[in-house]
């Protein structure tokens, strides 16, 4: 064997350690696609991925995952955003949401009627086109904001749909969506939008198919409970969901809700779209991200 023959099998025989560590030995269920489409964030598996987003891809898929929501993502260099719209196309893991807008947590914006915060939000709004566009985004995340104690809430509510009817007006001619996402009372005091019948309500005069709702099972089991119920009353308006058990926000089986009974419902129902895993973990380094796999493979649909 030659010099350069043993030179490029150590290179291999490195690669192959590199990636057996990055997929680990002993975690639950690797290779198995989850039948849900599972959202991951970055970070969520850093103990055995690392920090670069792109071993973090490898490592999500390796693990079964096919879908990645990064709230961050309009944040990040443009360079950085192909990287990571390139590797996840190659492997073939759909998009989830990124923050579009702004989220003002204790000022008033969209619910005062300001125009020139009006004009802020629509330019948030045409900026994240770009970026959904960039890395092969449905659906972008929005917050109205925090309430203006002194309007009343139906002022309010009209301020609020004015500006989403303007976005909208943006977005429809892409076919992308901004879904609405209700936030608990207890996390985030102040925020006008709390309630899926809220949203509901604000999504029916809006009268778009790129204005619909983020159902975060987390913060709805907060703010309202009857989880299942609500689905079905606003079923033709929601267009997302978000995960996360109660209390503690972290994976499910770790909480007070029954996922495997929501899964199970929603997949009935037909829903095939991501869910996103949106919360952190019970327990620290390796045998946290363990853990949560272990939760995933649980709960998912059969």
């Not at 879908?67 to 719209?85: C, F, H, S, T, Y």
Request: glycine content about 8%; proline content about 4%.
């Amino acid at each position: 064997m030659t010099t350069a023959t043993l030179a490029s099998a150590g290179v291999v025989a490195l690669a192959n350690t590199r990636r057996t560590d990055l997929k680990g030995k002993d975690l639950p269920g690797k290779e198995k696609v989850f039948k849900s489409k599972f959202a991951s964030h970055f970070g969520l598996f850093k103990n055995h991925a690392g920090d670069d987003p792109i071993d973090e891809l490898q490592f999500i898929y390796d693990m079964g995952f096919r879908a990645l929501e990064d709230n961050g993502m309009k944040g990040r260099p443009v360079q950085q955003q192909e990287k990571i719209a390139s590797k996840m196309g190659a492997l073939g893991i759909d998009m989830g949401v990124f923050v579009a807008n702004n989220i003002y947590w204790t000022e008033p914006n969209l619910t005062n009627g300001d125009k020139k915060m009006r004009e802020d939000f629509l330019k948030d709004i045409k900026d994240s086109v770009e970026v959904a566009k960039r890395v092969n985004a449905k659906w972008m995340t929005v917050v109205p904001g925090h309430v203006d104690l002194r309007k009343d809430m139906g002022y309010q509510t009209a301020n609020v749909i004015e500006s989403l009817k303007r976005a909208a007006e943006i977005l429809e001619p892409h076919n992308q969506i901004m879904v609405l996402e209700p936030l608990n009372f207890r996390d985030h005091p102040g925020q006008f939008l709390n309630k899926i019948s809220q949203a509901y309500e604000i999504c029916k005069a809006v009268d778009s198919p790129s204005v619909k709702i983020l159902f975060d099972i987390y913060h709805q089991q907060i703010h309202e409970g009857n989880i299942i119920p609500n689905i079905d009353l606003a079923w033709e308006e929601v267009a997302y969901f978000q995960i996360g058990d109660n209390p503690g926000r972290k994976e499910p089986t770790t909480g007070e809700i029954n996922f495997k009974n929501i899964f199970n419902h929603i997949y009935q129902k037909g829903y095939r779209d991501i869910l996103g895993m949106e919360h952190g973990k019970s327990k620290e380094g390796k045998e946290g991200e363990k853990a949560l796999i272990t939760a995933y493979r649980s709960v998912d649909v059969e």
